[in-house]
């Protein structure tokens, strides 16, 4: 449902006097020296703080939505112009707009006031031998007041590829509103989510606003290419632009529902694996060798046979070993957690899912790890028959693996059990197993200040609490950012479920986009209120 605010302020209920000498800063006060205490705070605090103040917070707001609302159509023009450059990271001879991009941002933060360093990362090589340089990491700052948390937001301005041709409805890289839904390359994932952040920034200075806290910003342009160069820099600025961050916040991922916000605190990691099994140095004829040798294809599907029984359980030994024990705490989450099973399976293009309820597939997404079979390289894949006998082929398969399930206790446990395999199999041909990728899974603390001012901001803007979600799939960004700053991390995605990141007609509603920027300006103020109360109860309990 839409802010009642947005509405009446269409429809001119709102006169003057109500934005008449409303003051240009919050005065905080302490409710509670816990955590918990400080989620009840907004029941508390009409009974502690007077009503004047009550009525300032609320026409403070009310004063930075009809901004936002009133100036939505040169935040749209904002993005209309940055989903224009064709900065897809994937494609070689498009990085010269992946940097142009990168500048584009730079100069957004410029015009907000913000100090920006461009880090230059040098250069990286592709498969071919050519060197290419690498975008610069934009590293900026807005604010160094002492007194204020430091809030950093991570985004990314690089795109996955898309042409006309691959079943757009429209032009990609031209934003076009349909049906109020912005269709456009990066409209979603990223573009979109970072420049709502800024707009967000933006209004406060518009209405001349005492800034709730102090903001840094990482924007990255290689993102969608494995954000090469990025942890190595983090790593640098450790001690650095990092010191003073208190809260980090990342928008790249979507709500599970089309209509009902959510955080996420999780996310699977993934270790990717290569079987290799090889006969001799040269393909064979199937006429000529065909019934006389142990074929390598044979002695492959049976491995990739061997891992995964018909209800998905993987049958590597002490793999679910690992696993964290699902707490009554978290499994009450998903009772309330919004899920249309039947939308999702349309979705999909499948008729059956393993699971027939709601809390059985999100667990089953987000909760354990699954394995899951990519493809066969060697084999002969184009249309037609080739009567080939390949003398070496390599499996993929991966698995997405969750907390508390350490990467090398996995590797090992596959490897052993795929060699114990192929020796019962009595085959002269050689095994080879290898894990050349292994993400780590990620996950937060739901009582942490940060999400309880995320969940507070929510509830403001959109009348209803969020759900509280994972991630099936991986996002290396996250765990980086936790493990190396050491600081709360949370993942507050604006988009809906629909919004087709990746996919064909990607597009952000211009709700969602609007909306997304009001929730982050009540963000940062939410923010301040939790981490001044916080800073109070410290000193309080040191004192005593």
């Not at 269709?183 to 209405?207: Q, S």
């Not at 070993?321 to 989450?333: F, H, I, M, R």
């Not at 990607?506 to 300006?521: D, L, M, P």
Request: aromatic share 8%; hydrophobic share 40%; with cysteine.
């Amino acid at each position: 449902m839409k802010h009642c605010v947005t509405s009446c302020l269409s429809k001119g209920v709102f006169s003057k006097f109500l934005f008449h000498n409303v003051p240009r800063c919050f005065l905080f006060r302490v409710s509670s020296p816990t955590v918990k205490a400080a989620e009840e705070q907004g029941h508390r605090e009409a009974e502690m703080s007077s009503s004047s103040s009550s009525s300032s917070s609320s026409a403070l707001e009310t004063e930075i939505f009809q901004y936002i609302d009133l100036h939505q159509s040169g935040f749209v023009e904002n993005l209309e112009e940055w989903v224009a450059v064709e900065s897809d990271s994937v494609q070689p001879d498009l990085r010269k707009e992946v940097i142009r991009m990168m500048a584009l941002a730079a100069d957004r933060l410029k015009a907000l006031g913000a100090t920006v360093n461009s880090v230059n990362l040098g250069s990286h090589q592709l498969p071919d031998g050519q060197n290419l340089p690498l975008p610069p990491v934009i590293l900026a700052e807005l604010g160094k007041d002492p007194q204020k948390p430091t809030v950093c937001f991570y985004g990314h301005v690089d795109v996955q590829p898309a042409k006309k041709d691959d079943g757009w409805k429209t032009d990609p890289y031209t934003l076009t509103e349909i049906n109020g839904n912005l269709y456009g390359r990066g409209a979603t994932d990223n573009k979109g989510p970072v420049l709502a952040w800024m707009n967000a920034v933006e209004t406060f200075i518009a209405l001349k606003l005492a800034m709730p806290v102090n903001f840094k910003f990482v924007i990255e342009g290689m993102e969608e290419a494995g954000s090469l160069g990025l942890e190595q820099l983090l790593e640098e600025e450790k001690q650095y632009f990092f010191a003073d961050v208190d809260y980090v916040v990342i928008s790249d991922n979507l709500w599970l529902s089309n209509r009902k916000p959510a955080l996420t605190y999780g996310t699977r990691g993934n270790a990717c694996f290569f079987v290799q099994v090889e006969s001799g140095d040269k393909d064979l004829h199937s006429g000529t060798f065909g019934g006389i040798i142990h074929e390598p294809m044979t002695d492959l599907i049976a491995l990739l046979d061997s891992l995964v029984d018909p209800t998905g359980y993987i049958r590597i030994p002490g793999i679910y070993d690992g696993v964290a024990v699902l707490t009554e705490e978290e499994k009450k989450l998903y009772e309330s957690i919004e899920f249309d099973l039947e939308e999702h399976k349309n979705n999909s293009g499948v008729k059956k899912f393993l699971y027939d309820n709601k809390e059985e597939i999100l667990l089953h997404l987000w909760r354990y790890p699954s394995l899951s079979i990519h493809g066969i390289e060697g084999a002969f894949h184009e249309p037609g028959i080739k009567t080939v006998i390949p003398a070496k082929v390599i499996g993929k398969f991966s698995i997405r693996q969750v907390p508390h399930m350490d990467l090398s206790v996995v590797k090992q446990q596959v490897v052993e059990y795929l060699e114990n395999v192929f020796s019962k199999r009595k085959s002269p041909n050689k095994l080879k197993v290898s894990m050349p990728l292994g993400a780590k899974p990620w996950v937060a603390d739901i009582n942490d200040p940060l999400y309880i001012a995320a969940k507070r901001a929510v509830r403001t803007v959109f009348r209803e609490d969020p759900d509280f979600i994972r991630d099936g799939s991986t996002v290396p960004i996250a765990r980086m950012f936790q493990t190396i700053t050491q600081r709360s991390v949370i993942m507050l995605p604006i988009g809906a479920a629909d919004d087709g990141e990746h996919s064909q007609n990607e597009k952000i509603s211009r709700y969602n986009y609007i909306e997304g920027t009001k929730v982050f300006a009540v963000l940062f103020l939410e923010i301040s209120k939790l981490h001044g109360q916080l800073q109070e109860a410290s000193n309080t309990k040191t004192d005593n």
